[in-house]
């Protein structure tokens, strides 16, 4: 009886070494990081921001920041870096060196939490829309195109990020017509680049003229059986609730009042959930108001990966941790994947397609609602491309 009662005392001391929280591998002394992390010029404060480490066996050791920036996590002890993401981290990043020690708090410096961009991004400018105002007052850069530099691909194959505003494809033009610019979008999100697209630049993806006036419009490189946006929809303010549990923590909100400025906006009448994830929809009729998706590739055009060239000795991949049952994308420097590798991690995205970059359509205009939370909704979309 007693040698039972033994290996059931050790059988739960076993348990609780196991379940200590932030991923503690079993047996490994920690210290506490904490700190906040904003902004590099504005320091705002960045929430949803995945701030890791690892132990010398390549295990995380991670947590994420509130609505307020703020974070704390314990790490495994030793000289250790710490890395800063948002997104995948392909974008907006930091890291630096830190020496933990044990049973010890530190509070880390916020100079040193700030996110860095690393990602080059360029907007095509809109009649109704301003998404650069949101970018440059969070304290990023980012460089305008015209609507023909689209046309050429040795120009958009040098961006991370391209914005499309409403507004952006000429009255006097058709992006039916312009195939070679859907082309060179396809293209650009097959090899790594992300789009974020607002109202009538929906038309971007699915074709029309400057707009999208019915399903299975001629143009576009989405396929209409994912999506289909009507511009029927009627101004006024509509009630949006947040279904995306990060998105929701990382703002601070869950409901918020939507204006719509003017009438004849893109309503989402369709869309697959198997493709896009819906991240805001209506309150009551569960109207779709904001999607995403990274599952778009076209095979045909896989080619050299996109973007800035200082990321070339960067890769992102999908690190899976045993202790939460948990896959993180995370972006790492190339001489670093070896030791990711030999530990069961594999390249590319956790979800979607591999390599391929991150497309968001709002149906919303940011510059209606600067005052009520969707900004902090579209900050969070900008520093999570």
């Known amino acids: 009886m007693k040698k039972h009662l033994l290996i059931l005392f050790l059988s739960l001391l076993t348990l609780v070494s196991c379940s200590d929280d932030n991923n503690q591998a079993s047996g490994q002394k920690t210290g506490t990081l904490k700190g906040k992390v904003t902004t590099v010029n504005t320091h705002k404060p960045v929430g949803g921001a995945l701030v890791f480490t690892f132990d010398d066996r390549n295990e995380i050791y991670f947590t994420r920041t509130n609505a307020m920036g703020e974070f704390e996590f314990r790490a495994p002890i030793g000289n250790r870096e710490l890395h800063i993401q948002t997104g995948d981290g392909s974008n907006f990043r930091t890291k630096f060196d830190v020496a933990v020690e044990e049973n010890q708090t530190q509070v880390l410096e916020e100079a040193s939490l700030r996110l860095d961009q690393t990602a080059r991004m360029a907007y095509v400018g809109g009649t109704y829309d301003n998404i650069e105002d949101i970018i440059t007052d969070l304290g990023y850069t980012v460089e305008q195109l015209t609507f023909n530099q689209l046309n050429d691909y040795t120009i958009v194959s040098q961006y991370d990020i391209i914005f499309l505003n409403c507004g952006s494809i000429p009255s006097t033009q058709s992006i039916s017509g312009h195939t070679n610019i859907t082309n060179n979008l396809s293209q650009f999100v097959t090899n790594g680049g992300s789009l974020y697209a607002s109202d009538w630049a929906v038309a971007y993806l699915v074709g029309g003229t400057n707009k999208t006036t019915q399903c299975d419009a001629a143009g576009g490189f989405i396929a209409d059986a994912t999506l289909c946006s009507i511009n029927n929809g009627v101004m006024g303010t509509l009630n949006g609730f947040i279904t995306n549990t ?85 972006t790492i420097e190339t001489d670093e994947w070896p030791a990711h590798e030999a530990h069961g991690d594999s390249l590319g995205s956790c979800s979607g397609n591999n390599m391929s970059g991150t497309i968001y359509y709002t149906t919303f205009h940011n510059h209606a609602n600067l005052d009520n939370g969707s900004q902090s909704i579209l900050e969070h979309v900008i520093l999570n491309l």
């Open 246 to 330: 990060v998105l929701a923590n990382a703002t601070g909100i869950t409901t918020l009042d939507i204006d719509y400025d003017l009438g004849q906006w893109q309503k989402i009448n369709s869309v697959d959930e198997s493709f896009w994830e819906v991240l805001v929809r209506e309150t009551g009729t569960n109207q779709p108001l904001m999607i995403r998706t990274n599952h778009y590739t076209n095979p045909t055009v896989v080619g050299d990966r996109v973007g800035n060239s200082e990321n070339s000795d960067w890769v992102t991949i999908c690190h899976y941790d045993a202790e939460s049952d948990t896959y993180i994308n995370i």
